[in-house]
T-cell receptor, first 115, second 111 residues
Framework: EPEVTQTPSHQVTQMGQEVILRCVPI?????FYWYRQILGQKVEFLVS????????KSEIFDDQFSVERPDGSNFTLKIRSTKLEDSAMYFC?????????????FGPGTRLTVL | EDKVVQSPLSLVVHEGDTVTLNCSYE??????LLWYKQEKKAPTFLFML????IEKKSGRLSSILDKKELFSILNITATQTGDSAIYLC???????????FGEGTQLTVNP
């Protein structure tokens, strides 16, 4: 069964450093998402992406964050200058449909630790 | 602001018990409600409910949506230790694609 994959599984970085989290969505899906889950808290939406542009973003997704689909398979989340409060599990998800309401399928996550 | 509330937050049962997990929502322009199971890491999709009163079923799991009372329930019959997980519900609006998640229900099934 096709699945969303994410690399790395765990990333440790120093405050102020840039990190890039990578995701390979399910191959025939058209809509891509990033969510995060701070330890002990709810899963929170960050951004959705369709047709090579951001379709929706949350208040969390400020200028420090960016997303890109550099080729036909990868989808990346970049955090330009990490802060301690960026420490969280970051989930990538993909969906065959967006506004039509298809279910979103999640990857295993990248645990980001900012020291 | 959209809001999803789950109850109970934690539940401990014995194998063979039946459990009911609750999810209520306040979402502007509600479209669908989704249930996920989260074990070690990734939330795994279980059900998506869009229409009121139509039960969705998969093995021992079933779910139903009540759009008048703004809630959904997830039932698990004859629970097994492998059902131990966090169960998440999430709502989505018609005007967007973001999922708004509840806090989750931590289910522990003891042998």
């Amino acid at each position: 069964e096709p699945e969303v994959t994410q690399t790395p599984s765990h990333q440790v970085t120093q405050m102020g450093q840039e990190v890039i989290l990578r995701c390979v969505p399910i191959s025939n899906h058209l809509y891509f998402y990033w969510y995060r889950q701070i330890l002990g808290q709810k899963v929170e939406f960050l951004v959705s992406f369709y047709n090579n542009e951001i379709s929706e973003k949350s208040e969390i997704f400020d200028d420090q964050f960016s997303v890109e689909r550099p080729d036909g398979s990868n989808f990346t989340l970049k955090i330009r200058s990490t802060k301690l409060e960026d420490s969280a599990m970051y989930f990538c998800a993909s969906s065959p449909f967006g506004l039509a309401g298809g279910a979103q399928y999640f990857g295993p996550g990248t645990r980001l630790t900012v020291l | 602001e959209d809001k999803v509330v789950q109850s109970p937050l934690s539940l401990v049962v014995h194998e063979g018990d039946t459990v009911t997990l609750n999810c209520s929502y306040e979402v502007t322009n509600f479209r669908s409600l989704l249930w996920y199971k989260q074990e070690k890491k990734a939330p795994t999709f279980l059900f998506m409910l869009t229409s009121s009163g139509i039960e969705k079923k998969s093995g021992r799991l079933s779910s139903i949506l009540d759009k008048k009372e703004l809630f959904s329930i997830l039932n698990i019959t004859a629970t097994q230790t492998g059902d131990s997980a966090i169960y998440l519900c999430a709502a989505v609006e018609t005007s967007g694609s973001r999922l708004t998640f509840g806090e989750g229900t931590q289910l522990t099934v003891n042998p």
